[in-house]
């Protein structure tokens, strides 16, 4: 009898922290068995429907459904909604025939769980963050594997795989890629070099505190890339896009291995893809963890923190005064960013994305050719 092509339904969307990691892993499967059929399920609202497609993948959507964490009108209509959306995921399951089911959290994840579940699908799930969320909570519990990015993350049965990354940032190689990269960004090519990010939407505090640090960076020779983020440019009193000495400003960089690349420390929030790239490529970094949410982001730099690759501020104490009493001062310690990048790359895990390809073709039963 003719085996049909592996099919394998990914769930995940909504934000680049969900899709990030499941393109990384479709990639990775791709390579290993390039006729495996991948179906991506997101929703019609997220980031997930210009990702996708223009990663080469179908995508199809489902419902969202909010999972309400306090009395509300949303927790009325919760179980119509979850029961909808389940029944919509199962329509795409059985239309793919899916073997295999990979989560990787986020609203989409819990209907395609339970719809996988009722109709004995093995899932597989990956957890991004040190704190899970709930629909990996739930996935987790009767999951074939459950692999984390953190070693700490607590879910049944957890495998310790890192964070799956595009092989442009996995592979990256700092030193020899620098000096390409700096005359890429527009900068100078023995300058200390400071990169800002506050990821794709920006950091709005940390966009404040760099603005009002710029005059001592600049005295200090520091050369500063600052990633505003889309839409969040910074501009002067006259509305004109704002300008200093030693300071590039854009609103986004096309491929983050090219920034990674040129900086000799990054200043950027704590979220699970950004602390794993960071290990990754060994690039030292003060980071400045989200103050909203569920304390996730403090959470997912501590090992980080504690290995010595990295200095994290709260979001309430990062200002000018500190960038100009701690951050400068490490800027001009090269022995100190030295050490700080050693310890960084020790924690750092580059394949993640295979192992999360060698469990899917493990589970299906399609491990050997």
């Known amino acids: 009898m003719t085996q049909h092509p592996l099919s394998v339904v990914l769930a995940g969307g909504g ?11 479709a990639d990775a499967l791709r390579a290993e068995r390039p006729d495996t059929r991948i179906t991506v399920v997101g929703t019609a609202s997220g980031m997930e429907t210009r990702l996708v497609p223009a990663a080469g993948y179908e995508l199809a959507t489902i419902d969202r459904v909010p999972m309400p964490r306090r009395p509300s009108g949303d927790l009325v209509k919760l179980p ?10 199962g329509a795409i399951l059985d239309q793919s025939a899916a073997d ?40 987790a519990r009767f999951a074939a594997v459950t692999g984390v990015a953190f070693a700490q993350t607590q879910l049944p049965g957890a495998v310790h795989v890192g964070m799956p990354m595009r092989r442009e940032i996995s592979g990256l190689d700092r030193s020899a890629a620098r ?34 640090a710029l005059p001592a960076l600049a005295a200090a020779g520091i050369q ?19 300008a200093a ?14 920034a990674y690349a040129g900086a000799d420390l990054l200043l950027a929030r704590a979220g699970a893809g950004t602390v794993c790239e960071i290990s990754a490529v060994g690039l030292p970094a ?39 009493g701690r951050l400068i001062p490490l800027l001009a310690d090269p022995a100190a960013l030295d050490a700080m990048s050693k310890a960084s790359a020790s924690l750092g895990i580059r394949d993640a994305d295979r192992r999360m390809a060698a469990f899917i073709l493990e589970t299906s039963g399609r491990s050997k050719a």
């Open 100 to 139: 295999v089911v990979v989560g990787v959290g986020g609203y989409v994840s819990t209907p395609v769980y339970l719809a996988a579940r009722r109709r004995s699908i093995p899932v597989i799930v990956h957890e991004a963050n040190a704190r899970p969320g709930l629909a990996n909570r739930v996935g």
């Open 15 to 25: 934000t680049a922290g969900h899709i990030s990691p499941l393109l990384a892993i």
């Open 80 to 89: 119509v909604r979850l029961v909808r959306a389940v029944q919509q995921a």
């Open 245 to 258: 000495p030693g300071y590039t400003q854009v609103e986004y960089v096309d491929g983050m291995e090219t």
């Open 286 to 324: 003060v980071l400045v963890p989200l103050p909203h949410g569920n304390g996730e982001q403090a959470l997912n730099a501590e090992s980080l923190v504690a290995a010595g690759g990295a200095l994290t501020v709260a979001d309430s104490l990062f200002t000018a005064d500190w960038i100009s």
């Open 179 to 212: 000096a390409a990269a700096r005359q890429a960004l527009g900068l100078a090519a023995e300058t200390p070099t400071l990169v800002v990010t506050g990821g794709s939407s920006g950091a709005a505090s940390i966009n404040r505190a760099v603005e009002a």
């Open 224 to 242: 500063t890339l600052h990633i505003t983020g889309r839409g969040k440019s910074l501009t002067d009193s006259a509305g004109q896009r704002l």
